[in-house]
């Protein structure tokens, strides 16, 4: 028999409260992972819900065992960029809307702006990291700069902490390197 | 939190909100984390025939309903300790401590379409100078070798880069700290220089006090945490015998490690595996112990998930270490 650990208050309000105390505490970080990766407020904002259709919909068999929260979040939207992506490529629609998810009005838009433009420092890091295989990139993406810790971000790559680890090591050394390489 | 911010959250809620109090079924809503797939454990011994033959052999590791027996840890770690020394390689000058690390770890892809999930060989090669002042050399590669869980080689859009990557440095400081030079750099666990090594407290109550205080806020539990430093320290063959011995110790005094398999293979040499237990995760190191020398170390989803079943192994590595008369050069076997 596997155990579950399971939230504690299991009610109606008590999931709503839990739910809402994990967006809260982690939206603006969703956010500014898309906004390193688009300049368009409207991608951000569509993407960021999208991440976050998918997290109340399975937020009730979320197992906290199995890791934080961050590191869920973190690669539901690394899912989500990377369907984003291919359905660019294939001309079709960005993202499945939301239900009753309008458009950005002009504040919410120019609030994102905002955002978008404070993470130029982190764009132009990937950027700069570009030469990186993309599993080192993400590495980096998530520890340095999202700053997740080791056990979240092997939970949102979908790998072991072992192979994190490793992961983790090979990749500084690798942008030292290039860094090295750059500034030599 | 901003406008677009209060808004999503008021659609999410209202839109989406009955789904937190209807526990879906996981066939209809699969838990993001659920679509991870780990990798199986390959019993060692047999992978490369099971794998040339197409035949995947799948083991998994014991857990759970076998009552695991707290004291036999400390016994198997302690006795270890004690012989622990003997059966190092002996470098002379002018020779090399050659250490071999074969990983084989899970690899998840998911494009939208189409998960694949499998085991992939990666080794590295060390070798370190007697005078470890001088040169060292570091050769690591993917070997190409998968155990395919989901999909198949034909499913990978470009081959992978199996192409070895080598890097030589002073001291083995492949990738100094910016601007420092080789040689310059603090001691630390994972690589352990000989002032690191003598400021380490000689006591084991001591080490472990010492580990415990830095592992306190480390990830799920510092239990798995304490073991996977030790593993770090230990891993890369460096520490000297009295130290690893000393870390034994320690880890003897860890109230979560079990004595959890005895007769684990990895790459056909067997040991006795010690492990953690948090949450949904077992971490074991794997020590020899007719030599104390540790072999490896695995780690195992223990709830597995979708079609993966519990105790399914998500990666393992197996160390060797040997001498070997020249830099870049394979010991004699």
């Known amino acids: 028999m596997i155990r579950r650990k399971l939230p504690p208050d299991r009610s109606a309000s008590g999931m709503v409260a839990a739910f809402e105390q994990v967006y809260r505490a982690h939206v603006r970080d969703v956010t500014a992972y898309f906004a390193r990766r688009t300049a368009d407020p409207q991608t951000v904002a569509d993407l960021t819900a999208d991440t976050f259709v998918q997290a109340i919909t399975s937020f009730a068999t979320f197992d906290p065992d199995r890791g934080g929260h961050r590191g869920w979040l973190f690669g539901i939207a690394r899912r989500v960029f990377a369907r984003h992506c291919e359905r660019v490529s294939r001309g079709r629609d960005v993202v499945e809307r939301l239900a009753g998810w309008r458009a950005l009005d002009v504040d919410e838009a120019a609030e994102l702006v905002v955002r978008i433009d404070a993470e130029r420092a982190g764009r132009e890091l990937l950027d700069r990291v570009a030469e990186l295989a993309r599993a080192d990139r993400e590495v980096i993406e998530l520890v340095d700069i999202a700053g997740l810790d080791r056990v979240d971000a092997a939970a949102a790559l979908g790998i072991s902490s072992g192979a994190m680890r490793i992961r983790l090591f090979r990749a500084r050394g690798r942008l030292r390197k290039i860094v090295g390489e750059h500034n030599g | 939190m901003g406008k677009f911010e209060d808004r999503l959250l008021d659609t999410l809620l209202r839109e989406r909100g009955q789904a937190l109090t209807a526990e879906a079924s996981p066939a209809e809503t699969p838990s993001p984390a659920g679509r991870r797939h780990w990798g199986r454990w390959v019993a060692a011994a047999g992978t490369v025939a099971a794998v040339a033959a197409g035949v995947v052999v799948v083991q998994t590791v014991p857990f759970g309903d076998q009552p695991p027996v707290a004291s036999a840890a400390a016994e198997v770690l302690t006795t270890a300790a004690d012989r622990l020394g003997a059966s190092d390689p002996v470098v002379k000058p002018g020779e090399y401590l050659y250490i071999e690390d074969h990983r084989w770890d899970m690899v998840t892809s998911d494009d939208g379409h189409q998960v694949l999930t499998y085991l992939q060989e990666n080794v590295i090669q060390t070798w370190v100078p007697y005078d470890r002042s001088r040169e060292w050399l570091q050769r690591s590669y993917n070997t190409g070798r998968r155990q395919w869980i989901q999909g198949c080689e034909a499913d990978l859009p470009t081959p992978e880069n199996t192409d070895v990557e080598e890097l030589r440095a002073k001291c083995g400081d492949f990738h100094p700290e910016g601007g420092m030079k080789p040689c310059e750099r603090k001691g630390n666990w994972q690589q352990p220089t000989p002032e690191f090594v003598a400021a380490l407290p ?87 112990p007719a030599t104390g020398q540790y072999i490896g170390e695995r780690e195992a989803t223990t709830r597995g998930f979708g079609a993966v079943k519990p105790g399914t192994v998500t990666s393992y590595t197996a160390l060797s270490t040997g001498v070997a008369t020249g830099l870049g050069e394979q010991p004699a076997r």
């Open chain 2, 202 to 288: 000689s006591d084991p109550q001591k080490l472990y006090d010492e580990l415990r205080s830095a592992m306190a806020d480390e990830g799920p539990g510092p239990d798995a945490a304490i073991l996977d430093f030790v593993q770090d320290a230990i891993s890369r063959g460096l520490m000297p015998a009295g130290l690893r011995a000393n870390l034994y110790r320690a880890l003897a005094l860890l109230p979560a490690l079990k004595v959890s398999d005895r007769n684990v293979n990895l790459d056909g040499r067997t040991g006795v595996g010690l492990g953690v237990e948090t949450g949904d995760r077992k971490q074991e190191v794997i020590i020899d």
